[in-house]
C-alpha cells in the first residue's frame, strides 16, 4: 500500500509540477481570469539557456477546446507550453492566434499542428504572406543559432487563416475581435491584437512591452505604436497581456510603455527643432527615463530608438 501511494505521488507530482529552466525559474500557466492563463516567459534575448523561450504565451479554455496565443519560438518550446495545457486541461487545441511574424512568438505553431492538425491558426494577411516569402526560414536560422543548436528540428509552420480589422471570431463557445486596422503599421506591419471578449483581455504582441525593450526595425513605426497603444487603452478592457512581460491593468502593463514612447518622441522632436544629431539627444532622454534603465535592453536599444524616432520625424517633417 505504502509502495502504491507513493507512485502516486511521484506520478501527481509529475503532472503538476512547473516547467523548469535551470538559471531562470519555474514557468507555467497563470490565471488571469476564470478561463484565461498566460505563461510569462523570461525576459531576455533568445539563447542556450532559456532555449529560445522569451514570450508570453497565452491559453483561453472554451467549452470543448483550448484557443492559443503566441505558442512560442520553437518546436521544442510549443512541445512544453502544450505539455503545461495538458497539466491544466485535457481539451484538445481547436485555434491558435500568431500576433506579429517575428518567430519568437509563433514557431511553436509545428507542435501544434503536429498534435492537433485540424486546429485552425489565425493572423494578419501580411504576417503569412511575409511568413512564407522567406521570414519564416530566416527565423528558424536565428533562433538555431541563438540556442547553439537545442532548436534544431523546428521548421517554420504558418497560420492557416488570414484575419482582417474587427473581425469576430468564434471558437469553442468563445469570441475573439481582431484589431489591427489603427495606423496600418506599429511594431511590424503584421500585428494584430486580439481581445478576447469573454474576459475582457487583449492580447498586445509586440506592440506592448513590460520591463524589457526590442527593437524597432524596418517594418515598424514608433508613431504608429504609440497610437495602438492609446487605442488599446481606449478599449477599456480589464486585463492586458503585452508580448514580454507582466500582464496587468492599463496602469501596470500599457501605460509605462506608451509612456517611454512619449518621451522619446518628445525629447527626439525637441532634438530635431535645435538640428541635434541622435547621439546628442540621447542625454537629454536618458535624464527622463530614470524609471526604465532596470529595463533588459535599455543601453542596447535606447539609442536605437532615438535614431529610429529621429527618421521619422524628419521624414514626416519633409
Request: glycine share 10%.
Amino acid at each position: 500500500m505504502k509502495k502504491l501511494t507513493l507512485l502516486f505521488t511521484l506520478a501527481l507530482s509529475t503532472l503538476t509540477h512547473a516547467w523548469v529552466i535551470d538559471g531562470l525559474g519555474d514557468y507555467k500557466f497563470e490565471a488571469i481570469a476564470d478561463n484565461t492563463h498566460i505563461i510569462h516567459g523570461p525576459l531576455g534575448e533568445p539563447n542556450k539557456q532559456n532555449h529560445g523561450f522569451m514570450n508570453n504565451p497565452g491559453m483561453v479554455i472554451g467549452a470543448d477546446g483550448v484557443i492559443v496565443i503566441d505558442p512560442g519560438g520553437t518546436y521544442q518550446v510549443g512541445q512544453k507550453v502544450i505539455e503545461e495545457i495538458k497539466k491544466i486541461t485535457d481539451k484538445p487545441i481547436v485555434a491558435a492566434f500568431n500576433t506579429h511574424v517575428h518567430g519568437d512568438h509563433w514557431l511553436g505553431n509545428q507542435a501544434i499542428l503536429e498534435q492537433y492538425p485540424n486546429a485552425k491558426i489565425y493572423a494578419h494577411p501580411a504576417m503569412i504572406a511575409q511568413a512564407k516569402d522567406g521570414e519564416g526560414d530566416s527565423w528558424v536560422s536565428i533562433m538555431d543559432t541563438s540556442t547553439e543548436g537545442l532548436s534544431k528540428g523546428t521548421i517554420a509552420t504558418y497560420p492557416t487563416d488570414a484575419t482582417t480589422h474587427l473581425q469576430e471570431i468564434a471558437v469553442a463557445g468563445e469570441t475573439f475581435k481582431i484589431h489591427n486596422d489603427i495606423t496600418g503599421v506599429a511594431h511590424t506591419n503584421t500585428d494584430i491584437m486580439i481581445e478576447h471578449v469573454g474576459s475582457k483581455t487583449l492580447f498586445l504582441g509586440d506592440n506592448d512591452l513590460i520591463h524589457r525593450f526590442g527593437r524597432f526595425d524596418g517594418t515598424s513605426d514608433m508613431h504608429g505604436n504609440i497610437k495602438a497603444l492609446e487605442y488599446a487603452i481606449d478599449l477599456g478592457l480589464d486585463q492586458y497581456v503585452p508580448g514580454h512581460g507582466p500582464s496587468g491593468s492599463t496602469a501596470t502593463a500599457v501605460q509605462p510603455f506608451l509612456d517611454y514612447l512619449l518621451i522619446i518622441q518628445d525629447e527626439t522632436k525637441k532634438g530635431y527643432e535645435e538640428d541635434l544629431a541622435d547621439y546628442e539627444i540621447k542625454p537629454f532622454a536618458d535624464k527622463k527615463l530614470a524609471n526604465y534603465r532596470d529595463w533588459h535592453g535599455y543601453d542596447a536599444q535606447l539609442g536605437k530608438h532615438i535614431n529610429k524616432m529621429l527618421l521619422e520625424i524628419e521624414d514626416r517633417d519633409n
